[in-house]
């Protein structure tokens, strides 16, 4: 049984590119075929990938050694830019191939794009960065006979509020 958990660098411009880490986003890896640059078998087409983000490669690696385990869970705080952007349907879809079982706690507050509570009042990063936070919980059941899912919950509003909710919050629901 695999556990991952933690809380990886976010780098839109990496320098830590090398063949191996390619290779694994390309899904060119023994053991490890998630290809997050296709859709459907179909090579992606935008012109810019955020592809080669460092938060994308640790997701990736938390993924190939669920894949190779073939049972585990991850646990990742990171960017919350995978969750909507067109960019990263391929990871999104990759994803769902192998975790039947799928949480997402978006918790808003990316200042770059001016995110506004549903309320109207403004909505805070919870740790004070420019760019918008997720929790990621993948799970991959040892049954096989597990029905797949998956979860959304968002928080928004102020960085206090969120540290409550987020010690109220009943994790079995996720």
């Known amino acids: ?82 969750l909507e952007n067109a960019t990263f349907r391929g990871m999104r879809q990759a994803l769902s191939a192998t975790f039947p079982r799928i949480s997402f706690l978006d918790l808003h507050g990316n200042r770059k794009s001016r995110e506004r509570a549903p309320h109207g009042t403004t909505d805070q990063n919870l740790f004070g960065i420019d760019q918008g936070i997720a929790v990621g919980l993948f799970r991959r059941l040892p049954r096989s006979q597990v029905e797949p899912a998956v979860g959304y919950s968002e928080l928004w509003g102020s960085r206090e509020d969120k540290l409550a909710r987020l010690t109220d919050v009943a994790w079995s629901d996720l």
């Open 1 to 82: 049984f695999t556990v991952v958990v933690g809380n990886p660098p976010w780098a839109a411009l990496s320098t830590n590119r090398n063949r191996w880490t390619d290779d694994l986003l390309h899904g060119r890896v023994e053991g490890a075929p998630a290809n997050y640059f296709a859709v459907d078998g179909r090579r992606l087409t935008e012109r810019k990938l955020w592809l080669h983000d460092d938060y994308v490669k640790f997701i990736r690696l938390a993924h190939c050694k669920i894949e190779q385990a073939t049972t585990g869970v991850v646990a990742l705080v990171t960017n919350h830019g995978y």
